[in-house]
């Protein structure tokens, strides 16, 4: 943290805070890493117990046959643990797979989509520009000076006389301002004070969205060893997975304000060009600061709406951190096929069973050959039958209908046929 340079107005306000504040983001991430897990902390034996219990637990389902040994139920499962012990017990893994990942890409991505729109590049444009806007202004009030200053002495002039040509007048600058736009601005500080506006909000459109979204980051990199512990249970899996989210949204908000910014500095550079020219001949022009100043208040309308873009991106980001089956599909859990006549064939296992039984007996016997699919045709119930006897109501079935059925017969293995 000793070696971060403090913040030089003098350099540029916004290029010297984006890299003092990435120089203290990146100390303290790290120190408060090594304070988490390292030797005798706290928080590395709760890392050990959880993954003991996770272990155990695993064990046990494995042991009483509730989780399969197959490839794809544990092979997620082993890598999350080898997950969670790469990112809690390693910075230097942790650094590379987490934290440039998500301070580091979003700069090389915007430099990928817009060639020459790095951050170091932009902020020194930033500072560039704002400085001339302070410059203007400046230069602005101390013209507007003259001019009151010799305002008095034009109306007592001679009537011979010609006038004082010393100081050059301003083009767009009305003689005085009445009414209510006096009140709240007079003439010799509206257009200096809009300059000096825009210069403020040009530098907090710019680098103070990314200062703001580079601490929050940090805030949450500090945090990451713990909730990637909480990865490995099913009820704290959710706050992962909200930290993730959290994380990323921070990672694209940087991203995005390169590119915002890069259009507002394209749009304002030739204003200010021409305003500096202007202004060595004493021309002071109001719509110009008017221009500017409402390009950089849509430029905060942006800036604001960056983090809700944000938060809609990543809201609908799940991850699925556990082989679970999907669920059968209606078709597959009850096929039905077509029988004789277009009927569809009925599946029941029990008759399916029985079917079998009686086809395995005749192929031993060789009396009946082996058929792909037996009709079976159960006794029509008659309208007129008798009163049935409780013994007759015990035998009979009312479940099954009536009518004729189509068996499937499944696939006998052939140790089954040798039996």
């Known amino acids: ?23 203290y983001v990146q100390s303290n991430v790290q120190a408060g890493y090594a304070s988490l897990m390292g030797p005798g902390s706290p928080f590395g034996t709760a890392m050990t117990i959880a993954l003991t219990l996770y272990v155990a637990f695993l064990g046990y389902r494995l042991i009483f046959g509730r989780a399969g040994l197959s490839m794809g139920d544990m092979a997620p499962r082993m890598l999350l643990i080898g997950t ?34 790095s951050t170091a590049d932009l902020n020194e444009r930033v500072d560039v520009l704002a400085g001339r806007m ?37 083009e767009t600058l009305s003689p005085a301002s009445s009414g209510a736009l006096g009140l709240i601005a007079p003439r010799d500080s509206l257009g200096p004070n809009m300059l000096l506006g825009s210069a403020l909000l040009l530098v907090l459109v710019s680098a103070g969205v990314l200062v703001i979204a580079k601490i929050i980051l940090g805030l949450l990199l500090l945090l990451g060893p713990v909730f990637a512990i909480l990865a490995l249970f099913a009820g704290t899996r959710g706050l992962t997975l909200g ?19 890069a259009g507002a500095v394209a749009l304002l550079e030739p204003i200010l060009t021409d305003m500096f020219v202007a202004a060595g001949q004493g021309i002071f022009s109001l719509r110009s600061a008017l221009a500017i100043l409402v390009v950089l208040l849509v430029m905060v309308a942006v800036a604001v709406q960056l983090f809700r873009i944000g938060r809609t991106i990543v809201g609908g980001w799940t991850i699925q951190l556990g082989g679970a ?38 192929v ?11 009709q079976i045709l159960l006794p029509q119930r008659s309208e007129f039958a008798a009163t049935p006897t409780p013994a007759s109501v015990a035998s009979t079935d009312r479940r099954i209908a009536r009518g004729r059925v189509a068996a499937v017969r499944a696939p006998i293995k052939p140790a089954r046929n040798a039996a």
């Open 1 to 23: 943290m000793s070696a971060c340079a403090p913040i030089n107005p003098a350099a540029g306000s916004a290029e010297t805070m984006v890299a003092t504040v990435d120089c």
């Open 84 to 117: 969670v012990l790469a990112l809690s017990s390693n910075w230097a893994t942790y650094q590379v797979l987490v934290y440039d990942v998500l301070t580091d890409g979003p700069e090389e991505i915007a430099s990928a989509i817009t060639p020459g729109a």
């Open 134 to 170: 302070v410059d203007l202004a400046d230069a602005w009030t101390e013209f507007d000076a003259q001019v009151m200053a010799q305002a008095p002495a034009t109306p007592n002039a001679q009537p011979g006389t010609a006038p004082n040509t010393a100081v050059p007048t301003p």
């Open 243 to 261: 930290w993730a989210r959290a994380a990323l949204m921070m990672a694209l908000v940087p991203l995005m304000a390169t590119m915002t910014t």
């Open 325 to 362: 089956p999907a669920a059968p599909s209606p078709a597959a859990a009850a096929p039905a096929m077509a029988g004789e006549g277009g009927a569809p064939t009925i599946y029941n296992e029990r008759m399916q069973a029985l079917v079998g039984s009686i086809e395995r007996a005749a």
């Open 364 to 374: 031993a016997t060789g009396s009946v050959a082996a058929a792909p699919q037996r």
